[in-house]
């Protein structure tokens, strides 16, 4: 229903009819010498524009939520690369920290938690378990070799897409 164009159109028109100077001076014409029910329409007119007002807020918050999960996502794809790019998802990689997957993940889906702050937990934690054991030869998910330094090394597109899509 919010991506459907006729629906954005109708909406944009009622904002544009709510908000014009001829019924801004009917309104205030009809709360000057009501007559009949002329304050039940005032006070409809009166709703309907602060409800679009309410809308249009709560759409903002939406689509800026969005924009934030989106973000987040990535960052999580991001994580993902890496231990396969590392090797870190061979049977003989060990982690020394319990709350990688627990709450330090709870922490980055909730942006509490940068991405490259919780790498290098990740990575940090990381060891082998065999001794002199330094990656494997390939296999078990392993990419190219990472460029070096400790940061996430996934290639991002220059162009930041901010727009919404539907599963409906």
Do not use: C
């Not at 009917?26 to 009166?46: H, T």
């Not at 889906?109 to 934690?125: F, I, L, P």
């Not at 990656?135 to 090394?153: C, D, I, V």
């Not at 991002?156 to 919404?164: A, C, I, L, N, P």
């Amino acid at each position: 229903m919010g991506t459907d164009p006729g629906f954005a159109a109708a909406l944009d028109e009622l904002a544009e009819m709510l908000e014009s100077d001829d019924l801004w001076n009917l309104l205030a014409q009809a709360r000057a010498n009501p007559l009949g029910n002329d304050a039940g329409i005032v006070q409809q007119l009166d709703d309907l524009r602060q409800r679009l007002k309410d809308e249009n807020d709560e759409t903002a918050d939406y689509r800026a939520q969005l924009v934030a999960l989106a973000s987040r996502r990535r960052d999580l794809e991001d994580i993902q690369f890496e231990l396969k790019v590392r090797g870190f998802d061979n049977p003989h990689s060990h982690f020394a920290e319990a709350d990688l997957v627990g709450e330090l993940l709870n922490a980055l889906v909730r942006g509490e938690m940068s991405a490259t702050a919780y790498w290098e937990r990740w990575r940090k934690a990381q060891s082998w378990a065999v001794a002199g054991y330094g990656g494997p030869a390939g296999g078990w998910g392993r990419l190219a070799t990472p460029a070096s330094g400790s940061g996430l090394t996934r290639p991002r597109s220059v162009e930041v897409k901010t727009g919404m899509t539907s599963a409906a």
